[in-house]
């Protein structure tokens, strides 16, 4: 029997595979393709205080090996999620982690505290590395202070294990997750999607009716992989690889490379059952090479000096 359980802080997960935040819907929208119970998580879509519009289309983009989105973090709101959507997902054995978001620090904790009060959140993602939002929406994930200041103030009113995402448009990732990590975040998740742009050559304009969006698939994973090693390699709070997963090959790689889980997104597009792939395809390489525990894997990249 193959042990693919890890620890993300005081969070334990059933196995490494989380379904990434704005590729899941609520998790009730996957329930006709997959038993939820068999993920090691799920992280929902961004939520706000109050609902949100999100930005007008089209806000989608196919590119090589990849996708631009600019949906600007639509949403029901954490009023109606808690109402409407947590009450079913309390029904399911597996750990629920709810994406945060605010337009200001203020707006952050709010969201926190009132999610404090209801039971069946395994923990919180602090989304402060959105590329998509023009207006209305804090970027603190670009800068060392800005990151601290949110994650000190959320950290303080969390009752709950907090996950910090951050953004992979900076200069040095390291120093925005060293950030993060000194002002109380349990682990960090990376990487966001990376700030791109397509544009018609018919018609001259942009493709996305907000001029950017955020990058993500196939497309980005050797430089999100590049991150998550860096930052892992410097920091002493777990890392949660986020970039272009479509495979267990794929996860395996941010694995080794000291990430103790991964979330995967774009793949859920194109197939809604990817994560449980990826799970089954973890196992097999488990039993192929005569491991017990997926743990025995993370951090075991052999970099020759």
Do not use: W
């Amino acid at each position: 029997m193959i042990d693919l359980s890890v620890n993300i802080g005081s969070l334990r997960l059933k196995n490494p595979v989380l379904a990434a935040s704005g590729t899941f819907g609520y998790g009730m929208e996957f329930t006709p393709f997959m038993d939820l119970n068999e993920l090691g998580g799920f992280v929902v879509k961004g939520l706000y205080f109050s609902p949100r519009e999100g930005n007008p289309p089209p806000r989608l983009v196919e590119t090589a090996s990849g996708l631009i989105n600019a949906i600007g973090l639509q949403g029901i709101g954490v009023k109606r999620f808690c109402k409407e959507i947590l009450p079913q997902l309390r029904a399911y054995q597996t750990a629920l982690i709810v994406n945060v978001c605010g337009e200001n620090e203020e707006e952050y904790a709010s969201v926190v505290e009132y999610l404090n009060s209801h039971e069946g959140i395994a923990a919180y993602e602090l989304n402060i590395s959105c590329p998509n939002v023009e207006k209305g929406g804090m970027c603190p994930a670009l800068k060392p202070d800005l990151t601290y200041s949110v994650v000190k103030l959320v950290r303080s009113v969390s009752s709950r294990p907090l996950i910090t995402k951050l953004s992979p448009n900076v200069s040095d990732i390291v120093e925005i997750a060293l950030s993060a990590q000194e002002a109380g975040s349990d682990a960090v998740s990376l990487v966001n999607t990376f700030l791109a742009m397509a544009v018609d050559v018919d018609t001259k304009q942009p493709k996305l009716t907000n001029v950017f969006g955020g990058l993500s698939g196939p497309a980005i994973k050797p430089i999100a992989l590049r991150m998550v090693f860096q930052v892992a390699s410097q920091i002493n709070i777990p890392v949660i690889g986020i970039g272009g997963i479509m495979s267990g090959e794929d996860a395996l790689e941010y694995l080794i490379c000291g990430a103790k889980a991964v979330e995967v997104g774009t793949s859920n597009f194109i197939d809604p059952e990817s994560c449980l792939t990826i799970v089954q395809e973890l196992e097999r390489y488990c039993q192929t090479h005569g491991i017990s525990r997926i743990e025995d894997i993370i951090g075991t990249l052999d970099v020759k000096q």
